[in-house]
């Protein structure tokens, strides 16, 4: 698309700032593309990523979704951003040897 009395300037689709949530804004001559940041969708990058929909955590834990990241709510006995570290005590180390 282009503007002026002869069609000499060409319309920057991104001059007005579609994107959201600092999302780049990729202008393609008749339309523009938003490259989102981490945890954000959509055209405009206005949805949050929907990460518990991938049921990323293990061994029973459960996931809860925080703005645009997850957390994993782990089950008793196990750590970890994914719970899939097991929780040993001292003492369960030292019978294991």
């Known amino acids: 698309r282009y503007t002026g009395s002869n069609c000499q300037?060409?319309?920057n689709e991104c001059d007005s700032s579609p994107c959201g949530n600092g999302a780049t804004c990729i202008d393609n001559i008749k339309y523009y593309s938003c490259h989102c940041p981490y945890g954000y969708t959509g055209k405009h990058c206005t949805e949050y990523?929907?990460?518990?929909?991938?049921d990323p955590c293990f061994n029973g834990a459960s996931c809860k979704q925080v703005l645009n990241n997850y957390q994993c709510v782990c089950?008793?006995?196990?750590t970890g951003k994914l719970?899939?570290?097991e929780m040993v005590s001292c003492k369960d180390a030292a019978i294991r040897k």
């Open 49 to 54: 990523v929907d990460w518990c929909s991938s």
């Open 75 to 78: 089950a008793p006995g196990w």
């Open 9 to 11: 300037t060409r319309i």
């Open 83 to 85: 719970c899939d570290v």
